[in-house]
């Protein structure tokens, strides 16, 4: 489950316990809440912000954060143990569109990101199938 992180600590943890309690009475594992620090759109968020929401993230009981490939070498400084999800994943040649911080697959990959969300570089493709199988062929 994803939780921007701009709605503080306390809606971190509330989602963080909500996820646990409604997981182990239905006797689930407990699934992992990600902390959104600032979208991949937002070019203008000032430095601090991200370091500042990597540790509510951590201290909120989050299991990863969601960011973009420029704000990676925080995240493993500050936040390690996260899992790390970036968006705003475009290959070479795939407009950017309204993602002001994109990132190739091999930046976000060699930046240390664990899951990639790739969308419209795939969905938009006029062959989803050949883009999809382009893109997996280019990061072996």
Known sequence: LTMHARGG??????????????AE?????AP??????????????????????????MESGCG?????AEDLSD???IAP?????V????PEGVAADDQARAATPQQALDGG?????????????DDPEEAAAKLALSLL
């Open 32 to 57: 992992i809440g990600l902390a959104v620090t600032v979208l991949t759109s937002d070019a203008g968020a000032p430095s601090h912000i991200v370091p500042r929401r990597l540790r509510m993230a």
């Open 87 to 90: 968006p705003g994943i475009r």
């Open 81 to 85: 143990r996260l899992v790390r999800v």
């Open 113 to 125: 990101a664990d899951l990639l969300v790739i969308g419209r570089a795939v969905t938009n493709a």
């Open 9 to 22: 600590e306390d809606m971190l943890k509330a989602g963080v316990d909500g996820l646990n309690a409604g």
């Open 64 to 68: 990863g954060i969601v960011c973009a």
């Open 75 to 77: 995240a493993r400084t």
């Open 25 to 29: 009475a239905a006797g689930l594992d």
